[in-house]
Every structure is written in C-alpha cells, then in structure tokens.
C-alpha cells in the first residue's frame, strides 16, 4: 500500500532518524512505514506519535565516558 506524506510529516521522520545508528535507520523507517500504511487515516499527530514510538526501540543512547566538560572527572 502507497502512503501520502507532506513535507512536514517527511520532515518528521527524518528529524527523528538523525539521532540513530546508520545501521538501524532502514529498519526504522521501515517499521514507520509500514505502522502507518497499517493505521490509514494519517495527520502531523498520528505521524509523530507513530514515528516517536518507533524511534524509542531504535534509539542507543551514548555511553558517558566519565570525562566532565573540560576532559577531567567531576572532583579533579
């Protein structure tokens, strides 16, 4: 099924598959896609709400390396 989007649902889902690994943002968009090929009726709120679900199981946060602002730990 072919899906419609306007340029500030595309918008929105790019925005939010900046932040993720190169490795996963084919399968997020593509669980995006399909979520809301499945849902139908589309709207700015329905592409964000599905689009922010999808980029919570997606999303690696860094690991913190200790380091504070200046490259020393917090009590140096």
Known sequence: MQIQLS???LAT??????????DVRDAFLTQVATELSRLGDLGPGLVFRVTR???KQ??????ADGLGKFGRGKYD
Do not use: E, M, N
């Open 13 to 22: 889902i790019y925005r939010a598959a900046g932040p993720l690994d190169a």
């Open 7 to 9: 340029d500030a649902d």
């Open 53 to 55: 679900a999808a980029q």
């Open 58 to 63: 997606f999303f690696v946060p860094p690991i």
